[in-house]
């Protein structure tokens, strides 16, 4: 079993950066790693992911602003997020899939507010 522990969430003001941090809890082949958000009322959405090999996806609604990042020795997914908009108010949950099967983090709430 492998626990992912999410740190960075918190509150923003709109136009603010936030780095958001997904360690697994142990060593691991991870192929694929990514954030995902559901706010209120809505489904989840995937928001960037980012493979092995460094190669990157995003979600239209955050290219250009959120960056998605890796250290394949640490385990560790990375997305700094910055020019924030209330709208990217969510729980913000990272993903990490292996050759078995994937895991979720327990999610850490993203708030942008003035």
């Known amino acids: 079993q492998v626990q992912l522990a999410e740190s960075g969430g918190g509150l923003a003001q709109p136009g603010g950066s936030l780095r958001l941090s997904c360690a697994a809890s142990?060593?691991?082949?991870?192929?694929?790693m990514a954030w995902y958000r559901q706010a209120p009322g809505k489904q989840r959405e995937l928001v960037a992911a980012i493979n092995r090999g460094q190669n990157t996806n995003y979600a239209d609604s955050v290219k250009g602003r959120f960056t998605i990042s890796r250290d394949n020795a640490e385990n560790t997914v990375y997305l700094q997020m910055n020019s924030l908009k209330p709208e990217d108010t969510a729980v913000y949950y990272c993903k990490v899939t292996t050759a078995l099967q994937s895991y979720w983090g327990q999610g850490t709430q993203v708030t942008i507010s003035s």
């Open positions: 142990r060593s691991i082949f991870i192929y694929l």
